[in-house]
């Protein structure tokens, strides 16, 4: 069975992410979420969203990899979700796009048993890498549009030519969020591409993590210091939501968690 895949990637500057030999990538590769088949060198950190991303080629593939230890980012990408587009001028138009992970019901259901049992008691810190183990488990699908493999919402086991994997570093001080992902490039460009041009045009992708929708308005959260009232529980206000000390919601943070970012990447393909 596959792998789950998740990556976050933000930002608002366009970075070039240079094709030299190092990148051409030749060794089978296992998509399992992890970094260690990247070399240092590949790597690419951007300083407004504190991620950092990778691309690189074999004759068959493209490899994605993406990275954050921000802890406010990881909870925002497995609850809002986050998308990779794919654009190049090539013949025909390139023009996919890949969202993954999808909030799920899962994502949403606050008072699951599960949840229950594990917030009984439990330290603050386990009860958030628990609820995050969850939340990885429960990312079973993708939605595709524009691609050769064919396009709607998926099951990731059901996948041709497109494999991704998440995961989570917990033994560092600041967990470390790993997504990484390998599309064939028939699959990406179609089979009929003319691929001369495919090799000499610039890929632009672009990574978009999702803000949460929060429904009621932050500033009025944190005037009144994170406290709910009866009428903010009305209105649907989230379970989770309820405990700002283990969100930590300042003004800022409030904001930030409700804003979409995106890190934008100019890659040519190495033959």
Known sequence: MKNILVFLLIGLLTQNVSAQNDAYFTKTAAIDGLSTEWSKDLLNFDRETAFTTAVRND?????????????????????AGMEVSFKAKTKPKLNAKLKFPL???EDNAGDSSEKRVL??????????KANR???VRSKKEAQLNGFDAGNGRKSLIDL????????????V????????LKIALSKL???????????????M??????????????DDYVKTGGAINNRSKERGVPAGVEKPEAYQYKLKDSKYMTRDQNVKLKYALSR
């Not at 990899?65 to 921000?70: K, M, N, V």
């Not at 009984?120 to 958030?128: F, M, Q, S």
């Not at 041709?160 to 033994?171: K, N, P, S, V």
């Not at 992708?205 to 932050?218: C, S």
């Open 133 to 135: 183990e969850l939340q």
């Open 173 to 180: 001080e600041k967990p470390v969020f790993s997504y990484e």
């Open 59 to 79: 004759t068959e593939n493209l490899y994605i990899l993406f990275q954050t230890d921000d802890q406010m980012a990881i909870d925002k990408l497995l609850a």
């Open 119 to 128: 917030s009984e008691g439990v330290d603050a810190a386990v009860l958030l």
């Open 189 to 203: 460009y179609g089979p009929n591409s003319n691929w001369d041009k495919v090799y000499k045009t610039a890929l």
């Open 103 to 105: 909030v799920t019901e």
């Open 205 to 218: 992708i672009n990574i978009t993590v999702k803000g949460i929708e929060i429904p009621f308005k932050t």
């Open 160 to 171: 041709e030519g497109i494999e991704m994997a998440l995961a989570i570093d917990e033994t």
